[in-house]
């Protein structure tokens, strides 16, 4: 028995020495500069073999069309560019195993037929695209059908200036693939910032994506991903999720997203999911729900947004709770009577109620659903009287004897005091 | 001209009503300032109070002080003077104190707290709220020779603007609701210069850019120098118009 032990270990032990020390010994090095063996990163990339690895140093390469079909490393030292020169599609990844990293990739053309990409990945799985620059393309980084792979600390950066959305591509587009880790990439300029459609079980956390034309963070059908510490800022249109089951969104921040259609996150048809610990700030609308059910809202900030919260009668057993309402315009509106959806322990700063028995939570129930608020969903130019002595009043009235605005939303429990979720934030982030 | 409006100047400073609605809103800007926190914050409180007190105290003052200053215009009536230059210099003599009181109580604490182009539109509010309700109080006063009838036309006006306008706007508006309403309410708007004033102010906050659709449509309009210049002519009118009817009133009354 002892022996038996004996042998696992040593055997698993060499094992582990082989697999380790095995990769470097297995592939060469190509390095690729004006004075090396190699001018031209395409020529290197078609010679090299399985487990090689291709070097690129610092300098312009003016190519496009380049295939790696080995699972090879391409790896960029001193900041080598790759200019496209509009010629198409530049780094198309053809085997799975592949890494990419430490290159500015730059200028591509838009092709409404192909949809050329500065880096783009099919049906491979094992991909890592590490630290490049993708500046001035029609899709940025481009996964389809791609399990286990990593884009990581990428910059994507696109002109969106003088373009209309159909023209431009997406930043980061992943379609149809699972365990993706997304992180701490900067995407601007571009249609989209962050794209997922049938991702599953992925990671997005630490990215930034601002001023997009019309999304900062795009997903549908995309069950089961985790979304965290990123920052989403003036993008068109906000950030819209849609069709998708069993998420995480926690200390994201959601800011300056202003327009008639905007949204710092719009949640159609989400369930099961939980929004934690986010930041929306100065947004026209702070969190936007249609048929949205089974949510957990706890712990975000809403501050100084027109709408915090739009809650269309479609949502149904949505939780909202230790949620700081701060400056905003209107706290919470309504379309209709949405039914089952519980507030509580939340701070209003609008609430003025007491709290005789010190317990730290208010006496009087508080109502977030202001009868303006009603009348503006309803009629939307009434937001013209926004602040009119006679809205006060109305509002006023309606709060002490309310008969218009719906029963059921209500805070029975409002917090006396701001909630301080800073302190657990950074708890939060030394935990992890 | 110049001389009347010394005499109705000095007249008024003597009364001290105006010092001290000059210490009301002084004490009251400062105040909100202090409170608020944010600048922001503090003007729009302080827009809140300016469109309600400003109104009422300017319509209240300038017709009690018509009323009190009969004797006197009509003094100068059978003086070789011309009735609507003695009209006029009564107006600007009440309307220039009371603005200057604005000026004193708002737009100093204002371009000490708040400098910047909203403050500046609060304080031109302001100040064409106080033109307006001068010209009215005096069209109030010259429709009747009762003082306590003219007191209470006065503050029915200043009721109905202040007020019940607002609440009859929201009723259209709400039973006309299925109708594409922007352009309708913009011209209601017009038509009460409290609203008018409000709207100028708020759409200049950070507040308005995020009401929506219609938020961003009415923005288009009043962030235009175009529509400031508009809104502003509008408010004009509202000064001219009851001023010009009370003067004709006045000329071609029997005292």
Request: with cysteine; charged share 20%.
């Amino acid at each position: 028995m002892k022996n038996l032990s004996k042998y696992i270990i040593v055997w698993s032990a060499c094992a582990l020495v082989w697999l380790l020390g095995s990769p470097p010994a297995l592939g060469d090095t190509l390095k690729v500069c004006r004075t090396c063996e190699h001018h031209s990163v395409k020529e290197a990339v078609r010679k090299a073999k399985a487990g090689d690895v291709v070097l690129v140093d610092g300098g312009l390469y003016l190519e496009s069309g380049i295939e790696i079909t080995q699972p090879i490393s391409l790896i960029g030292r001193n900041n080598p560019v790759i200019d496209g020169r509009n010629t198409g599609q530049i780094i198309t990844i053809k085997s799975s195993n592949v890494k990419v990293e430490g290159f500015t990739v730059q200028n591509v053309a838009v092709s409404y037929m192909r949809d050329d990409a500065a880096i783009r990945v099919a049906d491979l799985e094992n991909i890592q695209i590490l630290n490049n620059t993708v500046l001035n393309t029609y899709f940025g980084i481009y996964l389809q059908n791609t399990d286990n792979s990593v884009v990581k600390g990428n910059v994507v950066r696109g002109e969106s200036a003088d373009k209309i959305e159909s023209s431009l591509g997406n930043a980061i587009h992943v379609w149809r693939s699972d365990n993706v880790e997304v992180s701490d990439n900067t995407a601007e300029g571009h249609r989209d910032g962050i794209y997922f459609e049938f991702v599953t079980n992925s990671r997005v956390h630490d990215n930034l994506s601002e001023g997009n034309n019309r999304y900062g963070l795009h997903f549908m059908f995309s069950d089961g991903n985790v979304y965290t510490r990123n920052v989403f800022r003036s993008n068109g249109a906000g950030v819209a999720v849609m069709y998708t089951r069993n998420i995480r969104m926690e200390h994201n921040t959601f800011e300056d997203n202003w327009g008639a259609a905007s949204y710092g996150l719009l949640l159609k048809d989400i369930s099961q999911s939980a929004i934690l610990n986010n930041t929306f700030r100065r947004n026209t609308t702070g969190i936007y729900m249609e048929s949205s059910s089974q949510l957990d809202i706890t712990s975000n900030d809403f501050d100084r947004n027109g709408w915090a919260i739009r809650l269309l009668s479609s949502c149904i057993q949505d939780t909202f709770r230790l949620n700081n309402f701060t400056g905003n315009s209107f706290d919470v509106s309504t379309n209709g009577n949405p039914t089952m959806n519980l507030f509580e322990n939340n701070y209003w700063d609008k609430y003025s109620g007491y709290d005789l028995d010190k317990d730290r939570t208010g006496d009087v129930p508080y109502r977030p659903v202001s009868l303006y608020s009603m009348l503006v969903e309803r009629v939307p130019p009434s937001v013209m009287f926004m602040r009119s002595f006679m809205v006060d009043l109305m509002d006023s009235i309606e709060r002490v004897l309310p008969s218009f605005i719906p029963e059921s939303l209500v805070d029975n429990r409002p917090s006396m005091k701001k909630i301080d979720h800073d302190s657990d934030r950074k708890l939060v982030q030394n935990l992890r | 001209m110049n001389k009347i409006i010394k005499y109705v100047l000095y007249d008024i400073v003597r009364s001290k009503i105006v010092v001290a609605y000059t210490l009301f809103l002084l004490l009251l800007s400062i105040g909100l300032f202090n409170l608020g926190g944010s600048p922001d914050k503090g003007l729009l409180s302080l827009l809140n109070l300016v469109l309600l007190t400003v109104p009422l105290i300017s319509i209240v003052f300038a017709t009690t002080h018509f009323y009190n200053s009969y004797e006197f215009m009509e003094l100068l009536v059978s003086q070789p003077i011309r009735r609507s230059r003695i009209f006029l210099s009564e107006y600007w003599g009440v309307a220039l104190s009371l603005s200057a009181a604005f000026l004193l109580g708002v737009g100093v604490p204002v371009l000490l707290f708040a400098p910047g182009a909203t403050g500046l539109y609060l304080v031109l509010t302001g100040l064409f709220v106080t033109f307006i309700f001068v010209a009215l109080a005096f069209l109030a006063s010259v429709i009747t020779r009762d003082k306590a009838k003219g007191i209470g036309i006065a503050l029915l006006l200043w009721f109905y603007f202040a007020l019940i306008y607002d609440g009859i706007v929201l009723l259209i508006l709400y039973s006309f609701g299925d109708y594409p309403l922007e352009y309708a309410t913009l011209a209601l708007t017009a038509l009460n210069p409290v609203d008018l004033g409000r709207v100028m102010v708020l759409l200049n906050l950070d507040v308005s850019a995020m009401m929506g659709y219609t938020g961003a449509l009415y923005k288009s309009i009043f962030g235009s120098a175009w529509g400031v210049g508009i809104a502003f002519l509008v408010l004009l009118l509202w000064v001219l118009v009851p001023l010009l009817t009370s003067r004709r009133a006045f000329t071609r009354r029997d005292l």
